[in-house]
């Protein structure tokens, strides 16, 4: 069947038109996200190809609804007895379906990806990727994008219209949630299409790449097999597909560390900016979120070194705060939130000095609320994932409240001399002297 | 040549066709029966969607269900419109039968002609570019004859195509059908006699599943074609103020 006939050969009133709108539904969806630079607007997404593979979250939903609709015409019209008696076999019908919609889909995607990856060229800003595991994901994409489409035409074909649209939208969901989320520590997920974006220093090696093409090119011929409905080579299939699965399940995924991800990244003089190879596309901002917060920085408190994590600052004389770049729910990330990372700086200078709730901790609180009124963070314990609810923490909350009151009322040339007076404490999360009524 | 050897057919465990023997040749035969005599039914067993479980159809000397082929090939020369059938309605007249042509896999340059001959034979063709929700009742009835003959079936069913008509429509309906009657066998199922009288060139009678009467209708004379109704009126065991 060629693709003029599959635009004949489906009952619905402009083919042609469909064709062009899930294509270009399925381009642009892709296109908008790269080319908004996903490390500026999705942020945590490690690649700009990434973001191609993120289009596996909502495009087999899209695909499977769309090849569902398509087959389910002639019974939503009350079609279904005429178009039986045709002298065309079932799977031809069910398969027009699939042939427009996964003809439409592959081409969006495959346009999207020049786009991409003409894009992440460009930009230079791919961090593990390589023609090698792209050469290998995209065919696994397609493959995906034909086993839902086929999936979608058989609900469309068996099932009634109110039923197999939502199961189109929600079955390859819910396999992505499975697969990507609840179970990304488990076997299973070497099934993962989506398996390339989350990580920051390690990808999933070849062979995990192979056995996932594979996997789904054998489901996908499977499906196809059933809807031409050729059962003993299903039985065949479905029978190599267990075998398959079962050595992969065994074997797992696993993953090589990206090169140079880990790799210390430093820029800039007082203070100099760190961050590791994966988020150095991040530099540029976390060096102007810093910048922001410099000069609230109380002098004697400012340091040599603001870093994503200790260990990539050599210089053990240097003055450290560890800060990673914060948004959402991730750290270290690539965009920054500019309430978020006053809160982790606050952290950095003062709470995070403190071992225990001994010694200096008393003063740190009050000095964390003022950094944090001066800067309308929240003390609830809400300002990013892992804040410390410091009313809980607090020990005598309304004579800390009270202290940060106080001290927000100095002029800021008493409140440098209180600073000066007892940097030392602060650092060593020692008793401080009390701070001045204004 | 469509012939029927004692077929019985069975629909929810109940049987609704009892051992009917039946030739259908070139020309309208007009099934007629009330409601539930079996007429639908014994159309689903000609188009091949309800299997017999007793008897044979006979396609040009195929059992039609005894063998893929031969349905394939009985489909492929069948026209089929259901009762009340029911029509996209956002779709234009035009890509309706194309859909129709292509589900009688026809080429794409077959089939435009095929649509442009049956727009033609039942009078749609200035309306080919309507949608099909837009179409009156009796428009409506052509459209789904234009998808029934597409292709040139040799076996058309009509399933009480002229229901739910006006007089004028109904008129102009049958007068397709009878235009198409030369060249193929056409099973016209209906229980209104106009039908009968208008349209076919034989009756059968079909009742409680069997067929009870069968017979050419007589068009030498007016006294003749009026004593077709009483014919099947009789056949039928109802007086003629039954409705009938």
């Not at chain 1, 004579?399 to 008493?414: F, G, I, K, M």
């Amino acid at each position: 069947m060629t693709p003029r006939g599959a635009l004949r050969g489906v009952c619905i009133p402009r083919p042609g038109w469909f064709a062009v709108l899930l294509t270009a539904v399925a381009l642009t969806s892709v296109t908008v996200m790269a080319l908004l630079r996903t490390e500026e607007w999705v942020g945590w997404l490690p690649s700009t190809i990434g973001v191609l593979e993120l289009a596996s979250v909502w495009m087999p939903s899209l695909l499977a609804t769309s090849a569902a609709w398509i087959s389910g015409q002639p019974r939503a019209h009350g079609m279904a007895e005429w178009v039986s008696t045709s002298p065309r076999s079932q799977a031809q019908r069910n398969g027009v379906a699939v042939l427009l919609v996964g003809i439409s889909g592959v081409l969006g995607l495959c346009l999207a990806c020049g786009v991409v990856i003409s894009e992440s060229l460009r930009s230079g800003l791919d961090h593990g990727m390589s023609a090698g595991i792209v050469a290998l994901w995209i065919p696994t994409m397609v493959t995906y994008a034909v086993f839902w489409s086929i999936v979608g035409a058989a609900a469309g074909a068996l099932l009634p219209r109110t039923v197999a649209l939502p199961l189109g939208v929600l079955v390859p969901y819910v396999v992505y949630a499975v697969l990507d989320v609840y179970a990304a520590n488990l076997p299973v997920a070497v099934f993962a299409v989506n398996g390339t974006r989350f990580y920051d220093y390690v990808r999933p090696a070849t062979d995990s790449l192979v056995v996932r093409l594979v996997f789904w090119s054998v489901a996908a011929a499977v499906a196809a097999l059933a809807l031409v409905r050729r059962w003993r080579l299903v039985q065949r299939g479905v029978w190599a597909l267990s075998v398959a699965a079962a050595i992969a399940l065994f074997v797992g995924p696993h993953y090589v560390p990206i090169a140079g991800a880990q790799a210390a990244s430093c820029a800039g003089r007082l203070p100099q900016a760190c961050l590791d190879g994966s988020h150095i596309t991040t530099m540029p901002r976390y060096r102007s979120a810093i910048e922001d917060l410099w000069p609230s920085i109380p002098e004697p408190l400012r340091p040599d070194v603001v870093t994503s994590a200790a260990d990539l600052v050599t210089d053990a004389k240097a003055d450290v705060l560890v800060a990673p770049p914060v948004a959402g729910v991730t750290e270290p990330a690539r965009m920054i939130d500019p309430t978020m990372f006053a809160a982790r700086l606050g952290d950095a200078l003062f709470l995070d000095r403190c071992t225990d709730t001994s010694g200096g901790f008393a003063t740190a609180v009050v000095l964390e609320r003022w950094w944090r009124d001066a800067h309308g963070v929240p003390v609830d314990g809400t300002a990013f994932v892992g804040d410390v609810d410091l009313d809980a923490a607090d020990l005598d909350r309304s004579a800390s409240v009270r202290a940060a009151e106080e001290l927000a009322a100095l002029t800021p040339e008493r409140r440098r001399q209180w600073f000066a007076t007892n940097a030392s404490a602060i650092r060593d999360c020692r008793e401080s002297t009390p701070v001045p009524v204004a | 040549m469509v012939v029927l050897e004692g077929v019985s057919a069975q629909l929810g465990g109940r049987e609704v066709l009892r051992e009917v023997d039946l030739v259908l040749p070139t020309g309208v035969t007009a099934l007629v029966g009330r409601n539930g005599a079996g007429k639908t039914t014994l159309m689903r067993v000609l188009t091949g969607a309800l299997k017999p479980t007793a008897g044979v159809v006979r396609v040009n000397g195929h059992d039609i269900h005894g063998m893929s082929a031969a349905m394939r090939a009985h489909r492929q020369g069948l026209g089929w419109q259901p009762q009340e059938p029911r029509l996209p309605p956002r779709m234009r007249v035009s890509r309706f039968l194309e859909y129709a042509a292509w589900l009688k896999r026809l080429s794409p340059s077959e089939g435009q002609g095929a649509v442009d001959t049956a727009l033609a034979a039942v009078d749609l063709s200035d309306l080919r570019d309507r949608r099909l929700g837009v179409l009156s009742g009796g428009q409506r009835r052509r459209a789904a004859l234009a998808a029934a003959i597409v292709g040139d079936p040799t076996l058309l069913l009509l399933d009480e195509p002229t229901l739910g008509l006006d007089p004028i429509q109904r008129s102009h309906f049958l007068g397709v059908v009878r235009k198409l009657a030369p060249d193929r066998s056409i099973v016209l199922a209906t229980h209104l006699m106009e039908d009968v009288e208008l349209a076919s060139d034989r009756w059968v009678v079909i009742d409680g599943g069997r067929i009870v009467a069968a017979r050419d209708v007589d068009r030498s004379s007016p006294a003749a074609l009026s004593s077709t109704a009483d014919d099947v009126r009789e056949a039928l065991g109802v007086d003629s103020r039954s409705g009938l």
